[in-house]
T-cell receptor
C-alpha cells in the first residue's frame, strides 16, 4: 500500500535560518505531492502542490522539491520567522486517485 | 466569503449515544471528505464523497456513517459502535478534477469530540 512518511516529528530552528522538512513516500511515484500548514486547533491550509515532472516549485519564501529517484519531497522555508511556527503536512493521492493520504506532520518551532 | 463550516466546535457524547457533526461548504465543490486526527497521528480518512448521493468508505469507517443529500452538506454521524470516538474531526472539500489527487483540499476548523 502507499505510504507517506515525515520522519521528523519536530524541528527547532532560529529566526532567519532556513527550515527544511522531509517527506518520503513508498511504492509508485505519485503524480503530485501537496503540502499543508496546520495551526493548533485549526484545519490544515493548502500551501503548495508540486507535480512529478516539476522538480522544484517556489512561492514567496517557500520552496518544494520532488525527487523521484530518492522518493522524497523537501519543503524549505527561507528566512524563517516565529510566525512560521506550525505543523506542516505532506500528502499524496491514494491508488485510486480519489482521496489524499497524509503524513503525520512535522512541527516547526522558530525561535526569535 | 467562500468556505467550509463545521459545527459545533466542541461536542460531548454520552455512552451509547449517536452524535452528528455538521459540515457545510459554499465553494461549489463536488468532493467532500471526513478525517479523524488523534495526537501524534496524521489525518486518517473516514469517508469521502465525490458526488451527491454517493460516498465511499475510507480507512477507518467502522462506527461512522455519512449522507450526501445535497452538494453543500456532508454530515458525519459517530455511532455508539465507535468505541474510541474522542478525537479532532476535520471536514474538507475539493474540486473534482482529473483524478482528485491534484486538487487542493479546503478544510474546516474541526469539531473536537469528547466522551462524558
Amino acid at each position: 500500500s502507499q505510504k507517506i512518511e515525515q520522519n521528523s516529528e519536530a524541528l527547532n530552528i532560529q529566526e532567519g535560518k532556513t527550515a527544511t522538512l522531509t517527506c518520503n513516500y513508498t511504492n509508485y511515484s505519485p503524480a503530485y505531492l501537496q503540502w499543508y500548514r496546520q495551526d493548533p486547533g485549526r484545519g490544515p491550509v493548502f500551501l503548495l502542490l508540486i507535480r512529478e515532472n516539476e522538480k522544484e516549485k517556489r512561492k514567496e519564501r517557500l520552496k518544494v522539491t520532488f525527487d523521484t529517484t530518492l522518493k522524497q519531497s523537501l519543503f524549505h522555508i527561507t528566512a524563517s520567522q516565529p510566525a512560521d511556527s506550525a505543523t506542516y503536512l505532506c500528502a499524496r493521492a491514494n491508488q485510486a486517485g480519489t482521496a489524499l493520504i497524509f503524513g503525520k506532520g512535522t512541527t516547526l518551532s522558530v525561535s526569535s | 466569503d467562500g468556505g467550509i463550516t463545521q459545527s459545533p466546535k466542541y461536542l460531548f457524547r454520552k455512552e451509547g449515544q449517536n452524535v452528528t457533526l455538521s459540515c457545510e461548504q459554499n465553494l461549489n465543490h463536488d468532493a467532500m471528505y471526513w478525517y479523524r486526527q488523534d495526537p501524534g497521528q496524521g489525518l486518517r480518512l473516514i469517508y469521502y464523497s465525490q458526488i451527491v448521493n454517493d460516498f465511499q468508505k475510507g480507512d477507518i469507517a467502522e462506527g461512522y456513517s455519512v449522507s450526501r443529500e445535497k452538494k453543500e452538506s456532508f454530515p458525519l454521524t459517530v455511532t455508539s459502535a465507535q468505541k474510541n470516538p474522542t478525537a479532532f474531526y476535520l471536514c474538507a472539500s475539493s474540486r473534482k478534477g482529473q483524478g482528485d489527487s491534484n486538487q487542493p483540499q479546503h478544510f474546516g476548523d474541526g469539531t473536537r469530540l469528547s466522551i462524558l
